[in-house]
């Protein structure tokens, strides 16, 4: 054999023993114990909680096929819980921490992350398609960390794992880390009232500086919508039947733009201590109430009105609004004029708006 053969034989031998040798270091460093994160079936999943090193917490549980509620007392926002169950059926993981920043990751994370924990229903039992005593089950729990350097990764760890990895989702340029928000905001559904026309019994609405144009609706049986006139109590007789329909059944789906209750605390007492501007009451078949108080929103700046050259004080597009008693939000009039119709609508009296 000479010498350029035996030359040949070695190379490709180290080439061999190199692939083999980075293949194993390969698959110890992305072992299933640190790399599976995503969930294969999300359809399985009963539970995501979330919670933060402030612990700001968040608890979605799956009440039914899509529909999800929020820390066991709002329903969540449907659209962000789906967008978080495919954020977890496509986790991948992009490499291991490089060894030279593997200590400093660690200490980020255990500083600054957010810890997952996913339930799932699982069966005891499962032999081929037979699936027997199913239950739920904490099947995952890891944590997720800030962006790396490239915006393009998220530093991730699975519980008790010593290795974190970099995790991403294909298809999405960006982290992922902003998906596991732990802020309850991010995950509430902005309803003020969602009720359709046979759950409803009575809408009240009180326009605060005119009390003659304030009004309540009553339905009878779901047969007849009765109107009376709040400033003495009397029933109106005639009025217009297809837009009082028209006005109730907008109250399907009526929605805030922005929940606020984290502004100024002195800014927001001053705003509710004023005077309101509406007040409006709807009460279900089942008990239940639903309500906003308005407020109107002072300009930063005044400004000057493009139709008539007026000066105004007051924002034209959007209100405050005090959800339920509860809730401190801002309110869009696009969406809100259908509902704060004065009673002279219905009626055609002087004042009222007319087609």
């Known amino acids: 054999m000479n010498k350029n053969k035996i030359l040949v034989i070695i190379t490709i031998t ?20 640190i790399s599976d994160f995503a969930v294969t079936d999300t359809s399985t999943v009963t539970k995501i909680f979330m919670v933060d ?26 659209e962000n819980v789906s967008i978080l169950l495919q954020t977890l059926s496509s986790l991948k993981v992009r490499e291991p921490v490089a060894r030279a920043a593997h200590n400093n990751i660690l200490k980020m994370l255990s500083a600054k992350s957010i810890k997952v924990e996913i339930y ?18 904490l099947t995952k729990t890891y944590y997720i960390g800030d962006a790396t350097m490239d915006n393009v990764g998220t530093y991730a760890l699975m519980e008790n794992a010593e290795s974190p990895v970099v995790l991403y989702m294909p298809g999405l340029r960006g982290y992922i880390s902003s998906r596991f928000s732990t802020s309850e905001s991010d995950w509430r559904v902005h309803t003020v009232f969602n009720k359709k026309l046979p759950d409803i019994n009575t809408i009240q609405v009180e326009f605060i ?5 304030s009004y309540k609706v009553v339905n009878v049986n779901n047969e007849a919508l009765k109107l009376i006139r709040l400033f003495d109590n009397t029933e ?12 109730v059944n907008a109250f399907r789906n009526i929605r805030y733009e922005s929940l606020m209750n984290d502004m100024e605390p002195q800014r927001k007492d001053s705003i509710m201590n004023s ?3 509406h007040h409006v009451t709807l ?13 109107a929103r002072l300009l930063p700046e005044p400004e000057v009105d493009v139709f008539d050259g007026s000066i105004v004080t007051y924002d ?20 809100f004029d259908k509902i704060l119709l004065p009673l002279s609508v219905f009626t055609n009296e002087p004042g009222g708006v007319n087609n």
């Open 53 to 78: 090193k402030s612990d700001q917490k968040v608890l979605l549980q799956r009440t039914s096929p899509g529909a999800w509620t929020l820390n066991s007392k709002y329903d969540a926002h449907q």
């Open 209 to 213: 500086d005119r009390p003659n144009e």
């Open 275 to 277: 005077a309101p501007t």
């Open 14 to 33: 180290l080439a061999v023993f190199a692939a083999i040798l980075i293949y194993s270091r390969s698959a110890t460093t992305l072992n299933p114990e």
């Open 236 to 247: 109106v007789a005639n009025y217009d039947t297809l837009r009082l329909v028209s006005f």
């Open 316 to 335: 034209m597009d959007r209100m405050f609004g005090l959800v339920n008693e509860e809730d401190f939000v801002t309110i869009q009039f696009f969406v």
């Open 120 to 137: 799932q229903n699982v069966h005891r039992i499962q032999i081929g398609s037979l699936r027997l005593f199913p239950h739920e089950k």
């Open 283 to 295: 009460t279900a078949k089942d008990g239940t109430v639903q309500s906003i108080r308005t407020f």
